[in-house]
RNA sequence: GCUGUUGUAGCUCAGUGGUAGAGCACUCCCUUGGUAAGGGAGAGGUCCAGGGUUCGAGUCCCUGCAACAGCACCA
């Protein structure tokens, strides 16, 4: 006699064992029809579950956020039914939902190609057509190994073969077309709906391994209507328009050509956001207590043989070597070995930590050519390093320390918000599980500290201790590790670091790795989607145009544009012939923050005309007052008085 | 690195084995105008590179390079 519980309190009974389809018809025809599954105590179960104690039920229709994951699950399978009617052969693998949508991967002899999608989309409209219900059914293990085995699904055997033994293995069919599956599914494949697309096509390893066979994946997104898919389209064309590849070809900021992959050519207004952001980041570390150094770029194979970089890093690391020598160069990958050259010289004190060292390090690491990605993945690149030399007992508080210091550099940029992984000690560490403890502890107390919460990023710390990661999420959606701080143990001992102590007694410095952008490369990136281009004043590269609409205010803007360069603000004249809507327009497209208009009035009575990018208001200043206005905007957030 | 796709003017892209195209940008001329495209003319090509098939290759085949998407990688 099982009790069901509504959402809204009510109870109803039923004298025996009961689907949800039976209780979704009992409450009437309009939930019988929108009923898609349903949650028993908070578990989601297929509608045609039999409840048979009481339960509280709730009901999933398409208007539940959670229907959209089970459409996705769905149409996976629609994908795979149609795949294999036309293409026989092929097998089938695994096909979860995402984010935005689902994949599955199949084993083909010849991979799929986005020319075989019309094919195969008609063939899944075919198949949500015919609405096939989803029949689950459970299987004894070895039964079900058998039978994909004899299908001659290799690859569906073997995942059966390595679930835990406490499974309960579930086949779901649909009409003909039987795959191995948790489920929960809808009621039929006419539930998915015609909000669907397939995307694109990529190779995936079997299993994530890239030891395994590759196999063919297909992407595709699934909504619950054709307006949610419209917009998810929409959104992705909006997305690509903010691409920092695009937008700095538009711009003119950067290129990147065949005979230096991986290596940016920074153009006059690329390279001005570059010293923009390298100029505010020493002032702020200058500020923070940093003293800056520069290490040789080419370093003898003997000093990397010491830090260990030879033995874990060597297939990343660009060698050079020289006919008159019989010496093996490396271009640095990392600073580290270098700071640590730096304390090393002479004897320190006590007295003088922490002693905070860092450095615009230039690097270059030789990255797998399917990493590269615009000026986010390269293989030259400049860090924000440091390496700061502490005693354990100041672990804590540089940490703070330095929390702080970046926190307020990413709200300067425009990231209010961002994450932070903590990464615990992994399988193989060098050091003590004391020396661990110690270690962690002090980073732990520092995030409470600093009111950090993080997330635990269990075992994926350095070999030579834990590490915090801070993440940033770009406009596209995608996640960047940028900010990182690492306490080590290990380079100190390797490299002989030490200090004389207040006993006279010689220790081993603790040393943090840290940067904050991570890359400038990688940060402008970043930030040149977050901004889409048009950048706040004291970043862009160029931050007034002055427009004049007759020539004879040719004179007025020279002296105007003059005034602004003194006054230290980026500044392009446009003098030429042309009507001053095609130069707005044009300054428009190459987001420019601010342009100064200057016609015959304005040379008249010695004012300038200001309009913002993005609005079509406009201000009109006498000429000092637009200069002073235009100055005070144009500060860096670090320079600001008020 | 692996799988797939792509590579034509500065940019975005058409191009059916038979004389290389468009729009925008560029140069020049006309136009001096009031807040997102004024008009006209002109110039611009090793069709990624190297092989092959063919009477003939931008087009078909092979190899390489690069970019793109994904996978793996990101110590």
New binding site residues.
Partial sequence: MPAITLPDGSIRRFDGPVTGTTIAADIGPGLARAALAMKVDEVLVDLSREITADAAVTFVTRKDAMALEMIRHDCAHVLAEAVQALFPGTQVTIGPSIENGFYYDFATEV?F??DDFPAIEAKMREIIARNAAFERSVLPREDAIAFFQDKGETYKAELIRDLPASETITLYRQGDWIDLCRGPHMRGTGDVGTAFKLM??????WR???RNR?L??IYGTAWRDQKELDAHLHMLAEAEKRDH?RIG?DMGLFH?Q?EA??SVFWHPKGWKLYRTAEDYMRRRLDAGGYQEVKTPQLVDRVLWEKSGHWE??RE?MFLARVEEEEKTLALK??NCPGAVMIFNQGLRSYRELPLRLAEMGQCH?Y????????IM?VRAFQQDDAHIFCTEDQIAAETVRFVELLSAIYRDFGFAEFRVKFSDRPATRAGTDAVWDRAEGALRDACAIAKVDYTLNPGEG??YGPKLEFVLRDAIGRDWQCGTLQVDFVLPERLDAEYVDVDGGRKRPVMLHRAILGSFERFLGIVIEQYAGRFPLWLSPVQVAVAT????ADGYAQEFTAALQAAGISVKLDLT??????K??EH??QHVPV?A?V????AEQRMV?L?R??G?A?ELLPFADAIARLQAEATAPDLRTA
């Fill in positions: 991979p190609t986005t694109r096509t990529a190779g995936a390893y994530g391994d890239h590759m063919s994946r590849r070809k990147i065949e992959t991986g874990k890093f990343h990958p990392m690491r990255e797998p050519s399917g990493a590269l990605h615009g993945r350095a070999f609409i007759v020539s004879d012939n042309q009507k001053i809507n095609a707005i327009r428009s497209l342009i208009v016609g015959r009035k304005e005309a309009r990018l993005g079509d406009q």
